[in-house]
């Protein structure tokens, strides 16, 4: 079998152009815009993101999530509150979030605090869930280590038993988290790599846009 060379993978990009004099002052404004566009595009799952976060001793870890609700306020995303993301973001809550629109040649990075929702906004979003992602919350203690699949199996088995024709409740240590951005960058592919690159960075109650070179 022939090998493909790896340094030799391109392609070039929609050649979308990113611009100062068109970009909105609000970021969430064109977050919003190109999310409509990717969803438009029916891209698969457009709302997944990567979260990364830090551990205690400096290591960096990531992982792909899917944003649940976006407001004026920031970046939602729901998980277990043992999980290993939970953890690190307890003791170290910046974080970074990355969306990917392939297709569209477009990147979005997300910089800021992440802080737990209310509650209320957990239990509503809870209630929403298909029955087996409710259950699948009890049953898997997300990132840590199991013998085998039917262990997971069998908790899943027994709570469809449990909560056969019932509600099933929020377990307590699942739940959102919201990021709030000090900074985004709106990252356009064009031809030859001459990419736009655009970071909106918080000042007091407004934003400042500056240009980054790719």
Do not use: C
């Not at 990531?62 to 953890?87: E, H, I």
């Amino acid at each position: 079998m022939k090998k493909t060379s790896i340094a030799k993978l391109d392609r070039q990009y929609p050649n979308h152009e990113l611009l100062e004099k068109t970009a909105p002052k609000n970021p969430f404004h064109l977050f919003h815009h190109w999310f409509a566009q990717a969803a438009k595009a029916h891209l698969l799952d457009p709302h997944a993101m990567a979260v990364s976060t830090v551990s205690s001793t400096g290591t960096v870890s990531s992982r792909m999530v899917l944003l649940k609700a976006l407001d004026p306020k920031g970046f939602v995303f729901f998980t277990n509150y043992q999980s290993r993301k939970s953890r690190e973001l307890g003791h170290h809550p910046r974080t970074s979030l990355l969306f990917y629109w392939h297709q569209l040649g477009r990147q979005v990075r997300v910089e800021g605090r992440a802080v737990k929702v209310s509650t209320k906004e957990s239990d509503d979003y809870f209630a929403t869930r298909p029955h087996g992602s409710q259950l699948s919350a009890w049953a898997s203690h997300q990132s840590t280590v199991v013998k085998d699949r039917q262990v997971l199996d069998n908790r899943m088995a027994e709570l469809e038993e449990k909560y056969k024709d019932k509600k099933v409740p929020r377990p307590p240590y699942w739940g959102g988290y919201r990021v709030l951005p000090d900074a985004i960058e709106f990252w356009s592919g064009r031809r030859n790599r001459l990419h736009d690159r655009l970071l909106y960075r918080k000042k007091g109650g407004s934003w400042k846009i500056e240009r980054l070179a790719p």
